[in-house]
Every structure is written in C-alpha cells, then in structure tokens.
C-alpha cells in the first residue's frame, strides 16, 4: 500500500503561484507513476500532470502546458515526493488538486491506484 499526502494548496491571486506537494510513502514505487488530478465543483475529476519515478518521463494536460511543471525526488525507493509548480493560475484552475500513483504512465484516473485526500486551490480574481 502506498500512502500519499498533498500539501501546498490556498488561495492565490489570477497570475499567481502555487507549489503543490506529494510526500509518498510505504510499498516501494519505483517504476511508478505519479500523477496530478483535479476537480472542480460539478465537474469530473480531470488529468493535471504525470511523471514517471524511475526515468522522469512527463505528460501534461493541454489546459496546463507551459504553466505547470511536475517534478519528482525520489529520497529512496520507498519514499518519493512529487510536486506541481502552478504558475500563471487562472480562475478556471480553481479546483481540488489530488496526487495519485499508478503502475504506468497514464491520463485515466481509473488506472490509478493510490489516491491523497486532496489539497483545495481558489485563485481569485
């Protein structure tokens, strides 16, 4: 079982920045991947941004190139941490922001295993 903890979430202006976390812990996830999810109030839980813990491998939704960039550290097998730096938010990245970790690297949320309590992100304008 992998446990997973998002910090980093609050509330930022429209052009602001935030930097989400991702500490990781348990089953060792090497060869994983870890991904971000987000959901909006009456909206479905959507695909952020995905990297690979071994190789580093990234995908991003189209919504959020060029402003968001995941990154991973990997302390030992057992313990990786992944972070989403959101720059230039918009009003429409206002959501629930989850971490999520899945045995390949993919955009459907089914594929996941592992899932955060979630982390709330407002930005105002």
């Known amino acids: 079982q992998v446990q997973l903890v998002e910090s980093g979430g609050g509330v930022v202006q429209v052009g602001g920045s935030l930097r989400l976390s991702c500490a990781a812990s348990?089953?060792?996830?090497?060869?994983?991947?870890m991904g971000w999810f987000r959901q909006a109030p009456g909206k479905e839980r959507e695909f952020v941004a995905a990297?690979?813990?071994?190789?580093?491998?990234?995908?991003?939704?189209e919504s959020v190139k060029g402003r968001f960039t995941i990154s991973t550290i990997s302390r030992d097998n057992a313990k990786n941490t992944v972070y989403l730096q959101m720059n230039s938010l918009k009003p429409e990245d206002t959501a629930v922001y989850y971490c999520?970790?899945?045995?390949?690297?993919?955009?459907?949320?089914?594929?996941?295993?592992?899932w955060g309590q979630g982390t709330q992100v407002t930005v105002s304008s």
């Open positions: 999520a970790s899945s045995r390949s690297l993919t955009y459907a949320a089914v594929e996941y295993e592992n």
């Open positions: 348990g089953r060792t996830i090497s060869n994983y991947a």
């Open positions: 990297v690979t813990t071994s190789f580093g491998i990234k995908r991003y939704a």
